[in-house]
């Protein structure tokens, strides 16, 4: 049973646009979130994280909302870019990020069209 | 560089036999990660290791699987008898402490092919 879901597996969007990727939880314990990037052949790199205690965090171009209630996070990349196309993906934790695992979701592959 | 390296990059092997699998972290990160993407699969968690000793093995999928790591740095992965759903990329990561203020960072993986 997924803890952490993404369910859009791809997602095209015109350069300059928005790009908003969203993400489903079911574990209310879950405390801390974080967003990672991933190019074809390359590792994950972290892009931005949440705690719980906000319902927003800010960097740059990236945004990432998080609404408890519902269960929900979201990322938003304002303006996207043709670098910005990559899969990302959607990770939780219920340790604050101090410890443990990360639970990841399958990804979205985001493409920014020129 | 001073990034997490994996190796090998790429492995294929004979469905039984044992393979093994080695992770460098960033020099200086207490904590480091297994987790295995399988195709069209998330990152599913595997291992973490906290220094030398791993709190949590709850990810091993099987006892076939075993992860140690020495001198609080390179972690090997070893999996036993290999079968094909082995067949995965394997990722390595760490990160200072935990990741709430120092996020994973991982290597570019191993491609395991079992065949």
Known sequence: ?114 | GAGVSQSPSNKVTEKGKDVELRCDPISGHTALYWYRQRLGQGLEFLIYFQGNSAPDKSGLPSDRFSAERTGESVSTLTIQRTQQEDSAVYLCASSLQGFGNSPLHFGNGTRLTVT
């Not at chain 1, 597996?9 to 314990?29: F, H, K």
């Not at chain 1, 906000?54 to 171009?61: F, H, I, Y």
Request: aromatic letters at 12%; proline letters at 5%.
């Open chain 1, 1 to 114: 049973d997924q803890q952490v879901k993404q369910n859009s597996p791809s997602l095209s969007v015109q350069e300059g646009r928005i790009s908003i990727l969203n993400c489903d939880y079911t574990n209310s314990m879950f405390d801390y979130f974080l967003w990672y990037k991933k190019y074809p052949a390359e590792g994950p790199t972290f892009l931005i994280s949440i705690s719980s205690i906000k319902d927003k965090n800010e960097d740059g171009r990236f945004t990432v909302f998080l609404n408890k209630s519902a269960k929900h996070l979201s990322l938003h990349i304002v303006p996207s870019q043709p670098g910005d196309s990559a899969v990302y993906f959607c990770a939780a934790s219920e340790y604050g990020g101090s410890q443990g695992n990360l639970i990841f979701g399958k990804g979205t592959k985001l493409s920014v069209k020129p």
